[in-house]
């Protein structure tokens, strides 16, 4: 899955308020695949900015 799509469902979960197992049974991927996406999402923007020079 592409790591555009993955954050796109992440933020979906995040957005609807989903619980991880629903998240994953509608992605067809465990629980733990399902919260490294929501987590890969969150961090990378923070990353992101952090490089900037910017502190979250």
Do not use: F, I
Not at 19 to 42: C, I, K, P
Not at 46 to 52: A, I, P, T
Request: hydrophobic share 30%.
């Amino acid at each position: 899955m592409s790591r555009c799509r993955q954050a796109q469902l992440a933020l979906s979960h995040l957005r609807k308020n989903e619980t991880l197992a629903q998240l994953s049974a509608a992605l067809g991927v465990s629980e733990t695949r399902a919260w490294s996406y929501v987590d890969e999402t969150v961090r990378r923007p923070r990353r992101l900015g952090s490089q900037d020079g910017n502190r979250p």
